[in-house]
């Protein structure tokens, strides 16, 4: 048994801050006091103890007060992705069975027919005293998140109490922990990279500075003027902070910390220009069925071992399939009380683990000193002449050009090598195949350079921002049946 964490995040801090959202605040004190009263107006809307809850909401201290009352009540919250289609969102509702649908009122319409309760109708609400457990059972389901989907049917992903703190712990050994901290979130609570957030928040006595969405523009003054002193990103947000830092040319305050980049691999000259606008860039490898990091680079590595994705954190397990020495690339396997013990719904019969491994389906290595460097996703090997081609190391050379603010490549048939790799890129201005290939001779091998190039107006990308090369894949076939 573990700990009921927000009751016992108040038994010791009360009077911290825990959450700020534009210019208004909340200490731990306050925050349970509002969970309460929640808790208490989802009892009468007849939502029992370990009921499975669908949340659908934006970004917002609501949702936070929301999650966290369902917790009170022992229930398992399902966390939807308000950015998917409609079609998408009925898939999971449908295959996670909820009790009850909890939306924002103006996205009531998305859920259709399911059983709902918006949340302006549960404010309204009478609300009735609950009894407050003093801990939580380790094996409890306490997040239910569905996986991104970038390889295919997204999975639901059961998250336990020991998952979480597990996460939380091991991520406080990394990084430390420390009274003022203040943790900008500016990732979707739903994913999570936010919800871990969260957590920490509750776990470390930490102040979460909440954005309902990324606003470059605030956040680059957040971060210059030392407002905040840890951040998680993703790399197409780091390459926007970094834009905005150089059209500004102004270096972020020393008051921050930590900025963590998860989500896929980040182009090394996206983590150089970073040094050098005094932004501790901290790599860092994770996924749903991981409750967030399984490993993050130390602070005192970020620039002896740039690109690499750090060592295990100290609960966490890391071995390469079918490997015996460094550098040698496979499959990525993680174990600890950190990774899921299973899915849901259709997947609820599929194994997590084997063996107490969870096979990630990425492509990376350990080298010589034990440090990981993720390649790539397993599904997005490019073959192309019997060469192994990975889309993500293509996408950082390509990043190198000054014009280009987005990189997206993927593999298309092609009847004398297999397959060949194409790009699509965001850009200033038009650049033609011919300079594109020019500037990329010498960065890479012959057969690595993308053999035909389209620029597009923005990346397919899912809901935190990870790109989606399946969808590249897509836009190739369409465009050749124009």
Known sequence: MYPNW?????????????????????????????????AGTLKTAGIDHGNRIAILAPSHPQLIITIHACWQLGCEVVL???????????????????????????????????????????S??????????????LTRTMSIMYTSGTTGRPKGVRQTVLNHTTNATASAFNMGIQTDDVWLCTMPIFHISGLSILIRSVLYGMEVKLYSKFDVVQVVDDLVNGCVTRMSVVSVMLQRILRELDERNVNVSPLLLTMLVGGGPVPSHYLERALARGIPILQTYGMTETASQTATLAPEDAARKLGSSGKPLFLSFIRIDQTKAPFEEGEICIRGGHVTPGYIGQYEHTPSQDKG????????????????????????????GGENIYPAEVESAILQ??????????????EAWGQVPVAFIVSDGEISLESLQQFLQGKLASYKIPKKVYQVDAMPRNASNKLLRRELRVWVTSKSNE
């Open 6 to 38: 927000l009751a016992q995040r108040v038994q010791m801090t009360p009077s911290r801050l825990a959450l700020t959202f534009e210019d208004k605040s909340w200490t731990f004190q306050q925050l349970l006091e509002e969970v309460l009263i929640t």
């Open 80 to 122: 939807l992705n308000e950015r998917l289609s409609d079609e998408e969102l009925a898939y999971q509702v449908a295959d996670a069975q909820p009790a009850h649908v909890l939306v924002k009122d103006s996205y009531k319409e998305r859920i259709g027919t399911y059983k709902t309760l918006t949340l302006e109708e549960l």
């Open 124 to 137: 309204r609400l009478d609300s009735i005293p609950i009894n407050m457990e003093e801990e939580w059972p």
């Open 357 to 384: 491994w969870l096979y990630t389906g990425d492509i990376g290595y350990l080298d010589d000193e034990g440090y990981l460097f993720v390649v790539d996703r397993r599904s997005d090997l490019i073959i192309s």
């Open 401 to 414: 050009h000054p014009k280009i603010r987005e990189a997206g490549v993927c593999g298309v048939n092609d």
